[in-house]
């Protein structure tokens, strides 16, 4: 059964810094791109990074403050978020695509980040 389980979400200040976690199970992870989305009441979803095949794509939004990391053996990747803004609040999602294909095949459940004084 697949899984994607994010955890690490939280209320933080603006400036502050959170770490996101997403662990898989249920799939052959190095075989597939992960990526980062969010999204934010009343606004479409967001790709906020994506980790292929040795190549890091980072939304222009987040570039520079966001780092999107995996370590294989443990099935897991990771968004280390610092110099967060109020605007970063969103529920993030962690997502997996089948290397060659379009669509992300498996999606977790979210976690909710808020940057609020």
């Known amino acids: 059964q697949v899984q994607l389980v994010e955890s690490g979400g939280g209320l933080v200040q603006p400036g502050g810094s959170l770490r996101l976690s997403c662990a898989a199970s249920?799939?052959?992870?190095?075989?597939?791109?992960m990526g980062w989305f969010r999204q934010a009441p009343g606004k479409e979803r967001e790709l906020v990074a994506r980790?292929?095949?040795?190549?890091?794509y980072y939304g222009d939004s987040v570039k520079g403050r966001f780092t999107a990391s995996r370590d294989n053996p443990k099935n897991t990747v990771y968004l280390q978020m610092n110099s967060l803004k109020p605007e970063d609040t969103a529920v993030y999602y962690c997502a997996a695509q089948r290397i060659g294909v379009a669509n992300y095949a498996y999606w977790g459940q979210g976690t909710q980040v808020t940057v609020s004084s």
């Open positions: 980790l292929g095949s040795g190549l890091k």
């Open positions: 249920g799939f052959t992870f190095r075989l597939y791109s």
